[in-house]
């Protein structure tokens, strides 16, 4: 299955569940009775979580896949150079050294989004997934504030 198969199934899902504890919501609120009420209203409150969740995810991917067409389109999308082990496994004082340098770029170049782009691939390939969102966040809020290139 590819993540974006799952990601869309397991949407469904959530969108399934939303409505599900809404509907218990109403009936629990429908009682009249106030620990029914208090646990109905409660029940509005996950779905609305749960959807602000999905929201959000789905406006970091597509900002994330907007700067890799952007960045493909320079010529700028990190080579894969990551040594990998005879099961397909990145080796990893290889991440590393790629981790390293990428690290370095973004110091020398804080303002530009691709250095933050490609740091956090490097993150990803690291297999530090907290701090390659937080990274690639990072990036689409400079590439948002960066001013618009003229193609003269």
């Known amino acids: 299955m590819t993540s974006r198969t799952g990601f869309f199934v397991l949407s469904g899902v959530l969108l399934l569940v939303a409505l599900l504890c809404v509907?218990?919501?109403?009936?629990?609120?429908?009682?009249?009775?106030?620990?029914g009420i208090g646990i109905g209203l409660c029940a509005f409150v996950i779905p609305v979580i749960g959807?602000?969740?999905l929201r959000q995810t789905v406006r970091f991917g597509r900002a994330s896949e907007q700067l890799a067409r952007e960045l493909e389109a320079e010529g700028?999308?990190?080579?894969?150079?990551l040594k990998r082990t005879g099961g397909g496994r990145i080796d990893r004082a290889s991440a590393d050294a790629v981790f390293t340098r990428r690290q370095a770029e973004a110091e020398a170049e804080p303002g530009d989004w691709r250095v933050w782009f490609r740091l956090a691939v490097a993150?990803?390939?690291?297999?530090?997934?907290?701090?390659?969102?937080?990274?690639?966040?990072?990036?689409?809020?400079?590439?948002s504030t960066e001013p618009a290139r003229s193609n003269a």
Do not use: C, N, S
């Open 51 to 53: 959807l602000w969740f």
């Open 23 to 35: 509907g218990e919501g109403v009936q629990l609120v429908a009682t009249g009775k106030p620990l």
């Open 76 to 81: 700028g999308l990190p080579v894969d150079e």
């Open 123 to 143: 993150y990803a390939d690291a297999g530090d997934t907290p701090r390659a969102r937080k990274t690639m966040q990072h990036a689409i809020r400079l590439h």
